[in-house]
Nanobody
Framework: DVQLQASGGGLVQAGGSLRLSCAASGFTFDDYTIGWFRQAPGKEREGVSCISSSNGSTYYADSVRGRFLISSDDAKNTVYLQIDSLKPEDTAVYYC????????????????WGQGTQVTVSS
Protein backbone atom coordinates (compact mmCIF):
# COMPACT_ATOMS: atom_id res chain seq x y z
CA ASP A 1 0.00 0.00 0.00
CA VAL A 2 1.11 3.53 -0.72
CA GLN A 3 1.84 5.39 2.48
CA LEU A 4 3.00 8.92 3.12
CA GLN A 5 3.99 9.96 6.61
CA ALA A 6 4.45 13.66 7.26
CA SER A 7 6.23 14.82 10.39
CA GLY A 8 8.27 17.66 11.81
CA GLY A 9 5.62 20.23 12.57
CA GLY A 10 5.47 22.15 15.80
CA LEU A 11 5.12 25.48 17.54
CA VAL A 12 7.76 28.02 16.63
CA GLN A 13 8.23 31.75 16.98
CA ALA A 14 8.12 34.02 13.99
CA GLY A 15 11.47 34.10 12.27
CA GLY A 16 12.27 30.55 13.26
CA SER A 17 12.73 27.46 11.14
CA LEU A 18 11.31 23.98 10.80
CA ARG A 19 12.10 20.99 8.63
CA LEU A 20 9.18 18.86 7.62
CA SER A 21 9.67 15.29 6.45
CA CYS A 22 7.54 13.12 4.20
CA ALA A 23 8.47 9.45 4.37
CA ALA A 24 7.08 7.45 1.46
CA SER A 25 6.58 3.74 1.02
CA GLY A 26 4.71 1.29 -1.18
CA PHE A 27 5.74 2.68 -4.56
CA THR A 28 8.79 3.22 -6.74
CA PHE A 29 9.99 6.53 -5.40
CA ASP A 30 11.87 7.55 -8.56
CA ASP A 31 8.69 7.50 -10.63
CA TYR A 32 6.77 9.91 -8.46
CA THR A 33 6.46 13.59 -7.80
CA ILE A 34 5.99 14.58 -4.18
CA GLY A 35 4.13 17.75 -3.30
CA TRP A 36 3.64 19.75 -0.14
CA PHE A 37 0.36 21.47 0.59
CA ARG A 38 -0.99 23.45 3.48
CA GLN A 39 -4.39 24.36 4.77
CA ALA A 40 -5.07 27.05 7.32
CA PRO A 41 -8.35 27.21 9.25
CA GLY A 42 -11.08 28.64 7.08
CA LYS A 43 -8.89 28.73 3.98
CA GLU A 44 -8.54 26.60 0.90
CA ARG A 45 -5.74 24.13 0.56
CA GLU A 46 -2.67 25.67 -1.04
CA GLY A 47 0.03 23.87 -2.99
CA VAL A 48 3.34 25.26 -1.74
CA SER A 49 6.03 23.13 -3.36
CA CYS A 50 6.79 19.93 -5.22
CA ILE A 51 9.77 17.95 -6.41
CA SER A 52 10.15 15.37 -9.12
CA SER A 53 12.05 12.37 -7.80
CA SER A 54 13.12 11.41 -11.32
CA ASN A 55 14.78 14.64 -12.41
CA GLY A 56 14.83 16.87 -9.36
CA SER A 57 12.74 19.65 -10.87
CA THR A 58 10.98 21.77 -8.29
CA TYR A 59 8.15 24.24 -7.95
CA TYR A 60 7.44 26.86 -5.29
CA ALA A 61 4.37 28.98 -4.78
CA ASP A 62 5.03 32.69 -4.87
CA SER A 63 3.99 32.96 -1.23
CA VAL A 64 6.88 30.75 -0.07
CA ARG A 65 9.59 31.16 -2.70
CA GLY A 66 12.86 32.17 -1.09
CA ARG A 67 11.89 30.86 2.36
CA PHE A 68 10.98 27.23 1.63
CA LEU A 69 13.40 24.67 0.23
CA ILE A 70 12.29 21.23 -0.92
CA SER A 71 14.73 18.36 -1.23
CA SER A 72 14.66 14.62 -1.69
CA ASP A 73 16.70 11.78 -0.23
CA ASP A 74 16.08 8.91 -2.62
CA ALA A 75 17.95 6.43 -0.43
CA LYS A 76 15.48 7.09 2.37
CA ASN A 77 12.40 7.62 0.16
CA THR A 78 11.92 10.86 2.00
CA VAL A 79 11.19 14.40 0.89
CA TYR A 80 12.01 17.34 3.13
CA LEU A 81 10.60 20.84 3.29
CA GLN A 82 12.92 23.29 5.00
CA ILE A 83 10.97 26.33 6.14
CA ASP A 84 12.92 29.40 7.19
CA SER A 85 11.87 32.88 8.31
CA LEU A 86 8.53 31.55 9.46
CA LYS A 87 5.63 33.96 9.58
CA PRO A 88 2.35 33.72 11.49
CA GLU A 89 0.59 33.35 8.15
CA ASP A 90 2.49 30.11 7.60
CA THR A 91 0.38 28.56 10.35
CA ALA A 92 -1.46 25.62 8.83
CA VAL A 93 -1.66 21.87 8.61
CA TYR A 94 0.96 20.75 6.12
CA TYR A 95 0.33 17.68 3.98
CA CYS A 96 2.48 15.74 1.56
CA UNK A 97 1.09 13.98 -1.48
CA UNK A 98 2.35 11.83 -4.33
CA UNK A 99 1.53 11.38 -8.00
CA UNK A 100 3.09 9.18 -10.65
CA UNK A 101 4.83 11.73 -12.81
CA UNK A 102 8.23 12.79 -14.08
CA UNK A 103 7.28 16.41 -13.76
CA UNK A 104 6.66 18.90 -10.99
CA UNK A 105 4.19 21.56 -12.03
CA UNK A 106 1.82 23.98 -10.40
CA UNK A 107 -1.72 22.68 -10.18
CA UNK A 108 -0.96 18.99 -10.61
CA UNK A 109 -3.50 16.51 -9.30
CA UNK A 110 -2.19 14.09 -6.68
CA UNK A 111 -3.32 10.53 -6.11
CA UNK A 112 -2.02 9.76 -2.66
CA TRP A 113 -2.10 11.85 0.48
CA GLY A 114 -0.54 11.56 3.88
CA GLN A 115 -1.88 12.79 7.16
CA GLY A 116 -0.98 16.34 8.04
CA THR A 117 1.49 17.84 10.44
CA GLN A 118 0.58 21.03 12.27
CA VAL A 119 2.79 24.08 11.98
CA THR A 120 1.98 26.94 14.32
CA VAL A 121 3.91 30.18 14.21
CA SER A 122 3.55 32.60 17.08
CA SER A 123 4.10 36.31 16.64
Amino acid sequence: DVQLQASGGGLVQAGGSLRLSCAASGFTFDDYTIGWFRQAPGKEREGVSCISSSNGSTYYADSVRGRFLISSDDAKNTVYLQIDSLKPEDTAVYYCAAVSSWYCLEGMEYDYWGQGTQVTVSS
